[in-house]
């Protein structure tokens, strides 16, 4: 399928890239007063309900022909906010924002292999392949021990890193799988995967932490600010990027996502990232920057006025 950029498309792209990277900053806040699993079903049960309220006011359609991917949806609904969320606010616990950005950059690094795997008209040709190699050598840098949080074992923290890694590639797989969808309501299918979601998250939630726990205002705020820019407004942003301007080009937002959960994270939380974080910062860039340059380039010369 061709994709077409216009202006919009990079202003939400842009908008994307910082929210997402002031994102873990925010959940780094939040996990100072409420456990990782109600964390997260708070950000997707407020954002359901806001996007439903937005969908059913608008018409309430979902699927626009007469095929349907009910299973395929559902499958959406799962890794495209519930279980990432799961996992980086649970990982969370034992790296720093900075590192949970910057794991966030190896989405695109992940998409290539998958697109390869499942669409036919995806080619994995040299500079594809030598990107890829690189970018994961940048992955491999960023499990020195120098992202940690407090005197947790080295188990826990070689989980919290592989968490933050999986949360990533569990966006790249919805990133192609969303694509295979059929003509589908952009509104419908934020409000349909953010709801199924939220149904997976609660259970999970009250299964292994109890029943939802007590918390200050302080922190109710925050999780407010969570369901509503990071998950409902961008959960719909990425809809449309993906079925609009494709996986490709939603992977811009790996160069602006790990810069800017850096530089809040320095600036807000004071964290200070060694010398491992730069390098590895620039060789998963210069690793994505390889494997798409043709696809970024062509990109570049779609963009319309």
């Given at each position: 399928m061709e994709n077409s950029i216009h202006t919009r498309h990079w202003v939400m792209i842009s908008t994307l890239g910082i929210v997402w990277g002031s994102t873990f900053l925010f959940i780094e806040l939040a996990l100072q007063g409420i456990t990782p699993l109600w964390l997260t079903s708070a950000r997707i049960v407020f954002a359901t309900v806001l996007t439903s309220i937005i969908w059913l006011m608008r018409g309430g359609k979902l699927f626009t022909t007469e095929e349907t991917a009910w299973r395929r949806l559902g499958i959406i609904g799962i890794i495209s906010t519930a279980l990432p969320f799961?996992?980086?606010?649970?990982?969370?616990?034992?790296?720093?924002s900075s590192f949970a950005g910057l794991?966030?950059?190896?989405?695109?690094l992940f998409?290539?292999?998958?697109?390869?795997f499942f669409n036919t008209n995806e080619s994995l040709d040299r500079n594809k392949f030598i990107g890829l190699i690189i970018g994961f050598l940048g992955i491999v840098i960023l499990f020195s021990p120098d992202f940690t949080l407090g005197d947790d074992t080295s188990i826990l923290i070689t989980?919290?890193?592989?968490?933050c890694i999986l949360a990533a590639f569990c966006y790249a797989s919805n990133s192609i799988l969303m694509r295979k969808l059929p003509s589908i309501d952009p509104i419908g299918l934020?409000?349909?995967s953010?709801?199924?979601?939220?149904v997976w998250v609660v259970l999970w939630a009250i299964a292994i932490e109890g029943p939802p726990p007590n918390i200050s205002t302080e922190t109710l705020l925050i999780l407010i600010l969570l369901g509503l820019l990071p998950t409902a407004m961008a959960n719909f942003i990425r809809v449309v990027l993906i079925r609009e301007a494709g996986p490709v080009f939603l992977g811009i937002t790996n160069y602006i996502v790990p810069l800017w959960a850096a530089m809040v994270g320095a600036l807000v939380l004071k964290e200070v990232l060694p010398i491992e974080f730069y390098l590895a910062t620039m060789i998963t860039i210069a690793g994505i920057y390889i494997s798409q340059m043709k696809a970024l380039v062509t990109l570049v010369k779609?963009?319309?006025q």
């Open positions: 799961q996992l980086i606010s649970w990982g969370q616990q034992y790296v720093t794991a966030m950059a190896s989405m695109p998409v290539l292999p998958l697109a390869y989980l919290g890193k592989s968490a934020a409000a349909m953010l709801l199924i979601g939220s779609s963009f319309k």
